[in-house]
């Protein structure tokens, strides 16, 4: 669906927050994105985080070609502080932004994503509306390109507006703050902003957002999301102790939010299917991992899903086993059965009838799981 704004004196100014740090790199592609956007009327403030690179630098000399943009200098707090500095300078120039937008400064947006979303809350008069992202990898055979994952495709079709949470629960996946518009009126009443100097900071503020508010959900992609190979990026440090500390904490902080809002079927889709999603990728370092990280991740998985298991989630058959074997305090299994599953040429094998996982018995003791733990749902066959 494509919008086109009519019958308005002015167009709708969009605020763009660009967090920075360390990433001389890749803004200038990503400035460039923000200049080449159909939607002309915006300002964009680039935070430079303490960066020790030339990031600060690059900054100025791309704003002195634009007077849209502007450089704001801090010293380094992290990308939640980033962005609530951010957003203050833009709001502290009084009431001409109408909406608020974020962009990471190694991601780029094709150039409709603003029209987009503009045009969506203008046709909708929703609070805030979110677009489909692409993943930005290296070509093949390294990588898969550009590309739109099955996840945030199914998250994203329909399109919907004027969706509140309950029309939509599945949308808490989501939780990403850079491919969603937000009015500027509905941010200020709701009070939002970004949890500071902790990782994962999106899922807090996203999920108050879904909870509070009307949103649109747009099939358009407005987003195209660099995933770096070179680790150092924060998703790519998950094996630190202070890494997955910040995770349980950030899960904790968005489930007491929908627990809040009290709505019982929102909360049990957010439990069983939102909030384990990214399981899988710690379970795949459970082989080496120290006894501390070990511990801490049994300790989260008792404490988020000790009362339910994620045997009933919405994770992939394998990891469902997986998650078993860690809430039994099974360790060498689930590390074997992580390394097992890295060394398979295609998907898990299953039982001739389809309907259960064959594991070998060097890998996980026979006849010591009960039969949900190996079950694979009639969808996934």
């Known amino acids: 669906m494509r919008w086109r704004l009519r019958g308005r004196r002015r167009e709708p100014l969009v605020g763009v927050v660009v967090p920075a740090y360390g990433v001389e790199q890749w803004l200038p592609e990503a400035l460039a994105s923000l200049t080449h956007q159909e939607h002309t009327a915006w300002r964009a403030v680039v935070v430079d985080d303490g960066s020790p690179d030339r990031t600060g630098e690059i900054a100025e000399e791309l704003a002195r070609g634009d007077d849209r943009i502007r450089v704001l200098h801090t010293d380094n707090g992290g990308l939640g502080a980033a962005r609530n500095r951010g957003v203050a300078a833009l709001l502290a120039d009084g009431p001409t932004v109408d909406h608020l937008g974020f962009l990471d400064s190694d991601d780029v947006l094709p150039p409709r994503a603003l029209a987009d979303l503009v045009g969506s809350l203008e046709a909708s008069g929703s609070d805030f509306a979110v677009g489909s992202v692409l993943r930005w990898e290296a070509p093949p055979p390294q990588g898969a390109g ?27 996946g989501d939780v990403f703050a850079w491919n969603k518009l937000f009015r500027r009126s509905f941010w200020e009443a709701a009070d939002l902003s970004w949890p500071e100097r902790i990782r994962y900071e999106d899922q ?8 509070a508010g009307t949103f649109d959900v747009l099939a358009e992609p ?32 968005a489930l007491a939010s929908v627990r809040t809002h009290g709505d019982p ?27 501390a990280w070990w511990r801490l991740l049994r300790d989260g998985v008792l404490e988020l899903w000790g009362g339910r298991s994620l045997v009933h989630s919405g994770l992939p058959p394998v990891h469902r086993l997986c998650g078993y074997l860690v809430e039994r305090d099974r360790r060498e299994e689930a590390a074997a059965l992580m390394t097992w599953v890295a060394t398979l040429p295609g998907p898990v094998p299953r039982s001739p009838d389809g309907e259960r996982l064959a594991v070998p018995a060097d890998v996980v003791r026979p006849g010591t799981l009960p039969d949900e733990a190996l079950a694979v749902r009639p969808h996934e066959r």
């Open 222 to 253: 407005v987003y195209h999301w660099r995933i770096r190979s070179d680790g150092s990026s924060i998703t790519q440090q998950r094996s630190s102790v202070e890494d997955l500390v910040d995770r349980w904490e950030t899960k904790r902080m």
């Open 204 to 211: 807090p503020t996203t999920t108050r957002a879904y909870l």
């Open 146 to 172: 550009l590309h739109e994952p099955p996840w945030v495709r199914r998250l994203h079709t329909p399109p919907r507006t004027g969706a509140r949470i309950a029309d939509h629960p599945e949308v808490l």
């Open 265 to 291: 079927r929102v909360t049990e889709v957010f439990v069983d299917r939102v909030l384990p999603g990214d399981l899988w990728r710690y379970f795949e370092l459970v082989p080496g991992c120290s006894d």
